[in-house]
Every structure is written in C-alpha cells, then in structure tokens.
C-alpha cells in the first residue's frame, strides 16, 4: 500500500499547510465582533475550481490505490512482464497535444479571444480522440498477440488501468463538449474562461496520471518499485 | 445588554458571499421529488437509508433467532443465515450509517449552519441521492434473483467469495458489487458537494473555527470519505473482473470439488488490504459526525459553551489523519509480519489520545451544566457511555496478543456493535429528535421519545454486555450451527437466548419512534423557530421550516461562536451567532 501511503502523506501535508493559514489557534470564544466591524477579505476562488480540485484529488487516490495493488499483486510468484504495445508512446504524444492545445486555449480565453479559445478546444478534443483511439487499438494489438484480459495478472492490470484512465478522459471529453458550447453559445466571457481552465487542468492531470501509469506499465518503475518493495517486505509493511 | 469582554475576531473573514443562483422548482415533481433543495434532499437522504435499515434490522432478528434457539426455525438454513449476515452488515454500515450521516444529516445542516442558501453544486447534489436510491435498489433486488444475494460476509473476502459453494455466488455478489460502485460514485458527487460548500459558502464572519463542531465533523469525515471509498471502489472492480473475466487478481491457485480451477497465482490479503484500506476510516467517518453532532447537543441542552473547542477541532482533524494508517489492525489473524502488527497495534493506540480528549471534553462541559434532560440529552449522555464501553473493549482488541485468540468470537462482535453499531444509532435519534422541530416545524412527543430511549438504551446494554462474556467464553462467530458442539457452556445458554429475545424487545420498541415520526409530521405541538433556545444559525432562519434559499432577503451575518450559552450579564441564556457585540466602555469592540 505504498504508493496509496504517498499519495495519502503528500495531500495530508497539502491539507496541514492549508489549515495552518485558517487560524486553527484563534480563541473562537473570546472574538466577538461588533455590527459593521467584519474586515471585507479578497474575492473567492470560484467553487467549481475547488471542486476540480477535490475531485482530482479522489480520483488521484483511485489510480494511487490502483498502483499499490499493481505492486502488491506484483510480488506474486506467477508475475510475468507484458511488453507494451508500440502504439500507446504515439498515443501519448496525442495527450500531450491535447493538453498542450488547451494551455493555448486557455492563453486566448484568458485575451477573450472566442476563435482562440474554440480552436484550442477543437484541437484538443480531435487529439484526445486520437488518443482514445489509440487506446482501442493497443488492446486489439494485445487481444491479437494471444494476451486477452485473463492472460495473467499483468496484462489484466494493463487492460484494467487503462480502462479506468480511459473512462476519466471520456468524462473529460464531455467537459470539452461543454465548454465548446459556452464558447459557441457567445455565453459570458467569464464563464467561457473559467470553462476553458477547469477543462486544461482537468487534462494536464489526466496527463500526468497516464505518464505515471505508463512508468509503473512499463516496468520502468519497476526497478525503482521493486527496490522499495524489497526494503518494506523486509520491514514487513507490504 | 452586557456582553463578556471581548476581541474583535483576527482571522480573516470570509469575502462577501456573492449571490448564488437558485435553481427553482416549476412544479410538484421539482419540488418534492426531483428537487435540488439541499434539504429536500437530505429528508429523501434519511427516509431511504431509514427503510433499507429497518430491512437490515428485520435481518437481525433472523440472525438471532437462529443464534438464540438453533434449529428451531427451519425456514434459517445455514445459506440463509450467511445472506442474513452480510446483509445486514453490509446495509447498517454503508447504506444505513454512512448515507444518514453524511447524506442526510450533511445536506440538511451544513447550509443551515454556514449560512449558505444551499449546496454549491444543487444538480449533482440531486443526482448523488438518485444514485444512492439506484445503489440501494440493486440491493435489494439480490434479494429475489436465484440463488438470493451474497452470503460472502460483509467484508466479501476472496476466494470465498466467488467460490461456487457461497450463497449469491452466481448473481448476489455481482450485485452486491455493483451497488457498492453505485454507491460510491453516488456518494462522491455528495461528497464534492459537502466539501466545497464548507469550504466557499460559507456566509460573511463564518470563520472556520466559528463553525459548529457538527458541520467539523461532517466536513472532515467527507474529505475521508471521499479519499477512502475509492480503495473499496478499486476492490470491487477488480473483484467483478475476478469474478466475470477470469482474471486473478485476487484468486489463488484452487481446487474445488477435486476440479482446477482457471484461476491462479492471486493474492486474497491484496483485497484485505484494499478492503480495510476503506474500511477502518470507514469507522471515523461514521464516528466523526456523531461526534461533531453529539458536541452541539450536550452544549445546547446542558446550557454551556462547549470545554475546549479548539481542542475537539484539532481531534477531529487528527483523527481523521490517523485513521488512515491503522487498517490492518483488522487484519492481525492474516499472517503477518510480527513488526507489521507492532507498527499497526501501536498507531491504533496512538488514536485513542484525542479520542479520548473528545469524551473528556464532553464530561467536562456537563460537568455544572444547566442539564435538561430532553430527549436529544438522553441520547447524547447515551452516547457517551456506550462509546467509552465499546472504546475500551477496542484498545484491548487494538493489541494483537490480545485479538488473536478473541479475533474469531462473539467479544469481537459485541464491540463493533457497541461502538459503531449503538453508538452512532443512538447519535442518530438524539439528531433527530434534536433537529426535526426545524425540519417539519413541530415536536416530536416527548413521551414517547422517552420511552424510545429507555428501551432502546438499556435493551442495547442487555443484548451486548452479555455478548461480550459469551465471546470472553469462547462462543465463535460467524457459526450457523453451534447447539450440537459444546462451544459455549450449557450455563450460557439461557444467556445467549435471552440476547435474541431482547433484540426483539428493542427492534419492535423503534416502531415508537416511526409512528411517533409519523404522528408528529401533523399532529406535534408546534415548535417555533427556535424551541431549544440554540446559537446556531440553522435556528435562526426567518421561517420554519426554513423556504428554498433558506434565509429569505438577505443571507445571516456571523459575529460570534456557536456556543455563547449562559454568557455572564446576558439577559437571556443563549447568545445567538448572528448577534453582533454590545460596544460598551468595558468591552470595546
């Protein structure tokens, strides 16, 4: 359970960094303020960005637990590396297209430049198709070289992981449509740029998700897990 | 009016709130059913979770009729019996506690009490209850297809799960797997909803340590939540897979009836780990709430500001963190390395320091209170006693010495009962007698309320006190059968019969409270706004029940704590959170 164990230290220290600034050592019973005394704070942060940033932070725990199963199940006697069809470094290359063509969008949203932003999105949205694709086609790559999903427990997890990899992007290609719709409606040009940033961050980290899962599938973190594999069954906590 | 002396609040406020846009009803069915009221939601919440949980009770009873007079009742065959367990489990944890904290109680208070006109995401808000009902739904219709629903235990273990001898092995276990997805992406579009509005809805002078410690408890058990339900979501998933297509993530090498099976090479303790992953916050998250909730209901009704509000935040807080890595303490009879249930044994003993600090604190505010002895009271001092008892008995179970040799016997089911099954019931009733005056506008009655808590209290007592020297004796769990074999001592056997007719008593004592929920709705004496004379906001709403939108014009501005009760030189005993300070010479503000 070490990945998931990061994951979960790194938000706990984000969230003990946040309560620190809360004034968690206020003497709530001594402040009591009088009519018109109340100081005006700064504007908030809208809730739908606070809400991104919750979710990704669930579905960062989905993929951490995920990962830790991949290393404890990976331990077993029966493991047996599945080469990686060539296919997903190309897709990979469509993700970051996609990604990269939202941070454009997010610049001409940012200008209120509508044709800008609406050719970002188009972008983005025919390269994670691409990408979606892609990844159909690296399971019928896989399904014709003789490894279905019950082939062993390593393609299992490949087919599983991108799976749910895959399904979060198909949800983002919704968040894509959406914003595409504001843009195309002529909605107000502060929704259209908070639409266009909620949908390039929920990306990058759809991005950086897939890398981190691409490391662990590739066995290039291997070394490096079966390193910390071998110094916490040695301590006895896997 | 004289005020205490007093300083001007130093954390920053809030920002002013903008306005947010009500989603409107065009109707009866937006109104009533497919309504994006926070609270309209929340009474759909408990009313659900309510009758899925009076199913889990009726199991119950079963379960205790074969346990109390084995043999007798035909119609309880030992695959029966084992549905009859995991079912009810499986339901008073997640579909009962979990959905009635957090989805009934957190979308009912949590705007009430920051001051916010509703959730921040109304819609997916809807759609999270619609969810949970679908979860719920599939449930119970593993109840009706062949071979009825799983029989795996609540905690659905591999192999046995999905071993063809298991009750519900062909359609029960995949239903049960999927409502628990349902369930879980339900909640999660709750749990963003909680989450968020805690934290930017909060109305002008809502600091975060104004806050009641109801709205604490239920915004830090959300965040758990939030992050643990994904390692039961990851478990089922990969156990559908297991189950449907032949993978083996969890299934060892097996043979059954002298035949290979196809699986191999798979690791049950993976799924255990994922489980408990889930399932030890599982317990906090349904802890912290009636803990949070408890607080506000012993302030309120002993007259007194809570002791030590900074410190009952920051347990809650901690609690909440080191509940994460004390899972395997569930796990000590699994094998494991000796220093691995050193290191377990020891973090779920660290975590009953600020536990610990909570029922001092509760003690501590009774302690020369004004106590009325309300219902809401009544259940809350219930609280406290039946929590320290099952506490206890977890700090012995918490060391492995002591767990191993009790891990398999009823002790072990007497405690979670008392600790996560009485206690967190009793909260339960307490909150509702407490808050339902706000919901419907009425009282509910107050001699009946009583009688619901005698019986319910002190028959809670008769069934597990005695369960737990049964289990000291030996008596297992788990066993269908247990007449024919001297597991437990013949002197016993009055003792474990008498728990099973005192389940009855109790199960049938809650129809008071039904139709007194019931009767009440039209027939209560009328409440007003405020009839418990309480500080916080939610009491404080133009109408009651409190319209769409909450707070009518203009939304509440907070310059106080929630606990200004028995305030030295008030005139009254209570200090509402919406009233600013007197400025007076002695006490400039």
């Known amino acids: ?151 062993g427990p390593a393609v299992s997890f490949f087919y599983l992981m991108t799976a749910a990899h895959g399904l979060h992007v198909i949800g983002g290609m919704f968040a894509l449509a959406r914003t595409f719709e504001r843009i195309w409606r002529g909605d107000d040009l502060r929704r259209v740029r908070l639409s266009v940033e909620l949908a390039a961050t929920y990306w990058l980290f759809m991005l950086f998700v897939w890398v981190i899962l691409l490391l662990v599938l590739s066995g290039w973190a291997g070394e490096f897990l079966s390193i910390c594999g071998q110094i916490l069954s040695g301590s006895g906590l896997t | 009016m004289a005020d205490i002396p007093h300083e001007a609040s130093v954390s920053a406020p809030p920002a002013e709130i903008e306005e947010m846009e009500l989603p409107h009803a065009h109707g009866w069915w937006s109104t009533h059913v497919f309504s994006q009221d926070a609270k309209v939601i929340a009474v759909q919440y408990a009313a659900t979770a309510l009758a899925i949980g009076a199913v889990a009770l009726v199991l119950s009873w079963l379960i205790r009729l074969q346990l109390g007079f084995p043999g007798v009742f035909e119609f309880i065959d030992s695959e029966r019996y084992y549905q009859f367990i995991t079912m009810h489990g499986m339901i008073m944890v997640v579909y009962l506690l979990t959905a009635l904290f957090l989805g009934g109680f957190g979308n009912y208070l949590i705007p009430l009490m920051i001051g916010a006109r509703d959730m921040v995401f109304p819609y997916a808000n809807m759609l999270s209850y619609w969810v949970y009902l679908l979860a719920v739904l599939v449930l119970v219709v593993s109840f009706f297809v062949p071979g009825g629903p799983t029989g795996a235990g609540w905690t659905l273990y591999p192999p046995q799960a999905i071993l063809s001898n298991t009750p519900g092995q062909q359609f029960g276990i995949v239903l049960m797997l999927v409502s628990l997805i349902l369930f879980i992406a339900g909640f999660t579009m709750g749990g963003l909803n909680y989450t968020v509005t805690v934290l930017q809805a909060r109305t002008r002078g809502m600091t975060l340590m104004r806050m009641p410690l109801t709205v604490w408890g239920i915004f830090v058990a959300t965040i758990m939540a939030l992050l643990a339900f994904p390692a039961l979501f990851v478990a089922a998933v990969m156990m559908l897979f297991d189950k449907l297509l032949g993978t083996s993530f969890f299934m060892p090498t097996l043979v059954e009836f002298g035949e290979q099976l196809s699986y191999g090479g798979g690791s049950p303790i993976l799924f255990q780990h994922l489980f408990w992953f889930f399932g030890h916050p599982e317990v906090y998250i349904v802890a912290l709430p009636a803990f949070g909730i408890v607080s506000d209901l012993i302030s309120t009704h ?96 918490g060391n492995v010495v002591v767990d191993v040799p009790l891990s398999d016997t009823m002790f072990v089911v007497a405690h979670f009962h008392m600790v996560m099954g ?107 706004g405020n009839p418990w004379r309480a500080t916080s906001l939610e009491w404080q709403t133009p109408e009651t029940p409190p319209g769409h939108g909450n707070w009518g014009k203009e939304l509440p501005v907070v310059y106080r704590w929630a606990y200004d009760y028995s305030v030295p030189g008030a005139a009254e005993d209570f200090i509402p959170q919406n009233q600013p300070a007197t400025v007076t010479k002695e006490a400039p503000a």
């Not at chain 1, 984000?14 to 005394?37: E, H, I, N, S, Y």
């Not at chain 1, 990269?100 to 997010?106: F, I």
């Open chain 1, 1 to 151: 359970m070490s990945a998931a164990l990061i994951f979960m230290a790194v938000l706990a220290l984000g969230a003990g960094w946040w309560l620190a600034r809360q004034g968690l050592l206020a003497k709530p019973w001594l402040q009591v303020d009088a009519a018109g005394t109340l100081a005006q704070g700064g504007p908030r942060q809208p809730a739908a960005q606070v809400g991104l940033g919750v979710f990704l932070a669930v579905v960062g725990a989905l993929f951490a637990l995920l990962i830790s199963a991949y290393i404890l199940r990976a331990e077993m006697a029966d493991w047996q590396a599945v080469p990686l069809p060539f296919i997903v470094w190309p897709n990979t290359l469509c993700l970051i297209a996609a990604s990269l063509a939202l941070e454009w969008a997010r610049i001409g949203a940012g200008r209120g430049d509508r044709g800008h932003a609406r050719t970002g999105v188009i972008a983005a949205s025919s390269a994670a198709l691409a990408f979606l694709a892609g990844q159909l086609l690296a399971w019928r790559m896989l399904v014709s070289g003789g490894y279905f999903v019950n082939s």
């Open chain 2, 302 to 397: 002993a007259r007194r500001n809570i002791f030590g509000y900074r410190m009952m935040v920051w347990a809650i807080v901690i609690i909440g963190a080191l509940s994460f890595i004390v899972w395997a303490h569930h796990m000590y009879v699994s094998g494991m390395h000796p220093y691995f249930g050193f290191f377990f044994a020891t973090t779920t003993l660290i975590i009953a320091v600020p536990t610990a600090i909570k029922v001092y604190n509760w003690v501590l505010t009774l302690w020369r209170g004004d106590i009325h002895f309300t219902p809401p009271m009544l259940f809350a001092l219930g609280f406290i006693v039946t929590f320290v008892n099952g506490g206890l008995s977890g700090l012995f179970l």
């Open chain 2, 422 to 528: 009485v206690a967190p019931i009793l909260v339960i009733f307490g909150a509702i007698y407490h808050w339902y005056p706000k919901v419907t506008g009425r009282m509910l009655d107050d001699a009946m309320a009583k009688f619901h808590f005698w019986v319910t209290f002190l028959g809670a007592y008769l069934i597990f006190f005695p369960m737990h020297y049964i289990g000291l004796m030996g008596a297992p769990r788990r066993y269908f059968e247990s007449s024919d074999i001297l597991l437990m001592p013949e002197s016993a056997h009055a003792l474990n019969a008498f728990i099973s007719i005192m389940a009855f008593i109790v199960g049938f004592a809650q129809i008071v409270f039904v139709f007194n929920l019931l009767w009440s709705w039209k027939h209560g004496k009328e409440a007003g």
